[in-house]
Structures are given as structure tokens and as C-alpha cells.
């Protein structure tokens, strides 16, 4: 089994930075792909970004293009969203999710992904 663990969520205000982590402990995920993904209150699950475990990124909403990063360090058994440029509709619970299919395209579909962290809340105020 697949533990992950999200942190480094919190309040910040709109223009500022963050960085999620997402910690895995259970197995080694180098050959994972791993993904985030968030939910807004009253707002379906939404993908936000993916990485292959060769570094292929895919990024969701053409909102988080360029403000948002990720990346993954596989020595840690940990990824990171490094998100810039913050806004208000970024505000969710933010999400991170493996898949062990070890695929050169990482997955955008919720569905594919077999663990999910319990989520970090990110609030971004005006």
C-alpha cells in the first residue's frame, strides 16, 4: 500500500506563492507517475497537474499554465506544486495522487489514479 501525505497548504494572499508536498511512504515511487488535483467548494474535482516518473509534466487548466509547477524528487519519494502568482479562484483542497502503471504519458482522469493523499486546503484571499 501507497501512503501519501499532502502538506504546505494554507492562506495567502492573492499574488503570493506556494509550495505543496506530497510525501509518499509505503513504496518507492520513482516509477509512478503522480499527479495533483483540487477541489473548489460547490466545484467538481478538478486536474490541476501530472508528472511521468521519466519527468513528462502535463498541466490541466489553461489558468495554471505558467503559474504553476511540478515536480518530483525521487530520492525524498516526494512531489511538489510550486504555484506562483496565486489567485482567488485557485482557493480549493488540493489534492495528490499516484498511479503505478509507470506510463510515458502521465494520466489526467481522477479515475486512473489508484491513492490519493487526504488533501490540503489552499485559500487565497483578495
Known amino acids: 500500500q501507497v501512503q501519501l501525505v499532502e502538506s504546505g497548504g494554507g492562506l495567502v494572499q492573492a499574488g503570493g506563492s506556494l509550495r505543496l508536498s506530497c510525501a509518499a511512504s509505503g513504496r518507492t515511487l520513482s516509477r509512478y507517475s503522480m499527479a495533483w488535483f483540487r477541489r473548489a467548494p460547490g466545484k467538481e474535482r478538478e486536474f490541476v497537474a501530472a508528472i511521468s516518473w521519466s519527468g513528462v509534466r502535463i498541466y490541466g487548466a489553461d489558468s495554471v499554465k505558467g503559474r504553476f509547477t511540478i515536480s518530483r524528487d525521487n530520492a525524498k519519494n516526494t512531489v511538489y506544486l510550486q504555484m506562483n502568482s496565486l489567485k482567488p479562484e485557485d482557493t480549493a483542497v488540493y489534492y495528490c495522487?499516484?498511479?503505478?502503471?509507470?506510463?510515458?504519458?502521465?494520466?489526467?482522469?481522477?479515475?486512473?489514479?489508484?491513492?490519493w493523499g487526504q488533501g490540503t486546503q489552499v485559500t487565497v484571499s483578495s
Open positions: 495522487a499516484a498511479d503505478g502503471r509507470s506510463t510515458v504519458i502521465p494520466p489526467t482522469a481522477a479515475s486512473e489514479y489508484d491513492y
